[in-house]
């Protein structure tokens, strides 16, 4: 008679002595291989068909020519090689990148930043965390309009209170340089609350016997960010890097509330260059496809390099 | 004993289920050909033959239809009226499924493609739903275009298919601000005798300098409202189904508006700060910042309910053509409906002369049909100046139905404006972007 192979790696310890007070579990064979997995599986089901599904879909009719999302036509690399000729597709693609440059690092600067200042013994310290964090609550929707009325060049707040101090009235929205700078700053205010307390959190998880020691070791504030809170610091601000830069790279629905992808496509990122053409007149859902597709390669590999980096950093 | 699988033994063994989601999730798998669609007894819908003005109460008593809709605002209480109307005359029920305009494509070619279509539904093309309408030919008869204006013939037809009933027309037209033309001491447009071109932006100018509003001239920024100016120069984007512009003509249409943008006497922001979205210059007229506004006959409802000052329609402008630029709005059946007799009936007796006079006058809509056009309307508010709009109907060419009906039209407006706002940005000089237009929508 052949004996049955141990179910897990302890079995063999387990099984050598006597173990008069331990049960022995009452699996059927290999039931402690796929208990995990049954566990597993409802949410698999759930991404599979809700995540991995519609990508392999989207992939899919990136491969097809249709303008009614119901008759295909096999078009290969037709949708690729079309997006690569069109002009609109490389400016939304730099513009992301602008984008996504000026946002993450004002972000991870900021949240840092923040969550320190709100990590100190400050008055009122509840109410500022709560102000900073609002408007990661509020409709992108809301976002996008509150600051167009903001930024109008006539009669919009911002400018208003320019003029109030001798200031400029200055094109926020219709000049392309601005516009995009209007856009990283909402995309900054809209966002940054939830970056703040992600550092925040990582912060409080630093031993503060640390500070103790350092201060009786003579060592100045300044010293002490540098040397403890920022080191220590480090995997939370690989977590918001990799958090913002694929939040910026997905960024489409205030900007396209606040500016419409203008002046002359100067804020047209690529999520609002595949709605165009997807949702638009154009109803290329082939290209819209296609660019999407291409969006994911993007995000993919910066969030691997970021992944590989902070591994990496850990390590050393 | 317990036997291991090999990889490849698994791998195996998976190939077929992943065979299965791999050929399902192919795109496609309806059929586009336009061929008749069966029913559900196995003939095609277009076999039924019973003429809608021979149907009687009995013969469809108790069917019922949904109605997959969008509204501009005023046309949906005219709508669910004349729907009761409908249901009590024919003992029939018709559920009216309110969509945002937005959505609508998307929501019908979802349901298309999930054999879900409503019976009936209200949409601005046809194009992209061929294949997939009802033939009204069996039941309203070859020569039912004819009821309708001309312009409307064409775009009601797939190849041989009367496929679509055209139930309200829009015409874009200007506003002007009457108080500050008299303020002015400036003559009001005569409706019988347009202006030209020359004489609305003299009038305008001199509104601007006497009144001191900010501006002299808005359009909306939108290819449709664009397209008026290029037509009243004898030029459009795209006829029935290809590129067909001018840019020496185009360049001229424009030459008027671009000059007033550059010195400011036209709104140059909003060409800038709304990006791909249409943007209506309406709040800057209804602000009194501007004396003479293009848009078109939908602004009268908002107009009348909003503007704290006499304003009027006026008749399009002149250039060497004259009229607007036309728009509006199908009823179209589905081949799939499981009533394709109550389906016909309906939509012929929503656009019958007196339930179409019902409409148009409580949404302030123009009509469709030709005996409408030619007798004119009585609107119960602004009669006046709908029937500005409505003159102006016999005087727009022929080719501006072509053009707007086209279903390539959406996508040639929508180049038109990235095109005009890089001229308005000064990133393009108004030749080298209508020519430049020009190529594209002819590639």
Not at chain 1, 47 to 57: D, Q, R, S
Not at chain 1, 77 to 104: C, K, Q
Not at chain 1, 225 to 241: N, R
Not at chain 2, 268 to 292: C, K
Request: glycine share 8%; aromatic share 10%.
């Amino acid at each position: 008679m052949t004996s049955r192979p141990p179910a897990t790696p302890d079995a063999p310890a387990a099984a050598a002595g006597p173990a008069p007070t331990r049960r022995r579990p009452r699996y059927r064979p290999g039931g402690t291989v796929l208990t995990p997995y049954l566990f597993l599986l409802p949410n698999m089901l759930i991404f599979g068909l809700f995540t991995i599904w519609p990508a392999i879909n989207g992939f899919n009719i990136s491969l097809y020519a249709s303008t009614t999302g119901r008759s295909f036509e096999w078009a290969g690399l037709d949708n690729y090689r079309a997006i690569g000729a069109d002009d609109r597709f490389w400016s939304a693609l730099t513009n992301t990148l602008v984008y996504v440059a000026g946002f993450v690092a004002l972000s991870v600067v900021c949240a840092v930043l923040l969550a320190v200042a709100l990590n100190a013994q400050l008055r009122g310290r509840s109410f500022f965390r709560a102000v900073f964090f609002l408007p990661v609550l509020l409709s992108p929707v809301v976002v996008g309009l509150m600051w167009r009325w903001m930024l109008e060049r006539r009669g919009g707040l911002v400018n208003a209170g320019l003029q109030a101090i001798g200031g400029p009235e200055m094109p926020w929205l219709v000049d392309g340089r601005l516009a995009m700078l209007s856009i990283i700053a909402v995309g900054l205010w809209t966002n940054v609350g939830f970056y703040t307390m992600i550092a925040l959190a990582g912060l409080q998880s630093i031993d503060g016997s640390l500070y103790e020691a350092a201060s009786v070791d003579g060592a100045s504030r300044s010293q002490q960010f540098w040397g403890i809170t920022l080191p220590l610091l480090m995997p939370t601000v690989m977590v918001v890097l990799i958090l913002a830069t694929i939040n910026g790279f997905q960024a489409f629905d205030y900007i396209y509330n606040l500016t419409g992808g203008g002046p002359v496509g100067g804020t047209t990122l690529m999520v609002q260059f595949i709605y165009d053409n997807a949702f638009g007149p154009r109803r290329e859902y082939g290209m819209a496809a296609a660019a999407s597709v291409v969006l994911f390669l993007v995000v993919l590999s910066f969030t691997l390099v970021n992944w590989f980096i902070g591994r990496r950093r850990e390590a050393t | 004993m317990t036997r291991r699988l090999s990889t490849r033994t698994r791998l195996l063994a998976l190939a077929p289920p992943l065979a299965l989601v791999l050929a399902s999730c192919a795109p496609g798998g309806t059929d586009s050909s336009g061929d008749p669609v069966e029913d559900d007894d196995g003939g095609t819908a277009g076999e039924a033959t019973a003429s809608v003005q021979e149907l009687t109460r009995e013969d469809v008593e108790g069917g019922s239809l949904n109605y997959l809709y969008f509204t501009d605002g005023p046309d949906q209480a005219s709508t669910e009226e004349l729907i009761s109307a409908f249901e009590e005359e024919y003992g029939v029920t018709v559920n009216l499924e309110i969509v945002p305009f937005s959505d609508l494509e998307t929501t019908l070619q979802t349901r298309l493609s999930g054999g879900q279509a409503p019976d009936v539904a209200r949409i601005t093309a046809t194009a992209p739903f061929e294949g997939d309408l009802l033939d009204l030919t069996p039941y309203v008869g070859a020569d039912y275009p004819e009821t309708f204006i001309e312009g409307l013939r064409a775009p009601m037809q797939q190849g041989d298919q009367l496929v679509a009933v055209p139930s309200d027309l829009t015409m874009n037209g200007p506003f002007v601000n009457v108080e500050q033309f008299q303020e002015a001491g400036v003559d009001l447009p005569d409706p019988e005798d347009p202006w030209t071109w020359e004489e609305m932006m003299e009038a305008a100018a001199s509104v601007q300098e006497a009144v001191g509003t900010e501006f002299a001239f808005a359009l909306d920024k939108s290819g449709h409202r664009l397209s008026t100016v290029l037509s009243q120069n004898g030029t459009y984007l795209v006829d029935a189904e290809t590129g067909v512009l001018d840019p020496d003509l185009a360049t001229e249409a424009l030459q008027a508006l671009t000059s007033m943008i550059e010195d400011g006497s036209s709104p140059r922001d909003f060409w800038l700060d709304s990006g791909t979205r249409y943007a209506g210059a309406n709040e800057v007229f209804l602000a009194q910042q501007v004396p003479v506004y293009l848009s078109g006959n939908w602004q009268v409802a908002q107009f009348e309910a909003n503007a704290p000052f006499e304003w009027a329609a006026a008749p399009n402008p002149c250039m060497t053509e004259c009229g607007g630029f036309p728009g509006g709005k199908f009823m179209a059946g589905f081949a799939d409906t499981d009533e394709p007799e109550l389906t016909a009936l309906f939509l012929w007796w929503m656009n019958d002369t007196e339930q179409q006079r019902q409409f148009v006058d409580a949404s302030n809509f123009l009509p469709t049909r030709a005996d409408l056009v030619e007798d004119g309307v009585e609107y119960a508010s602004r009669s006046e100046d709908m029937n500005v709009f409505l003159e102006d109907i016999p005087r727009t060419p022929e080719a501006a139905y072509a053009s707007a009906y086209s279903p390539e039209f959406g996508a040639a407006a929508t180049e038109f404006v990235e095109f005009y706002a890089q001229v308005v940005a000064g990133q393009l000089e108004l030749p080298e972007a209508m020519e430049d237009l020009s190529s594209t929508l002819g590639d």
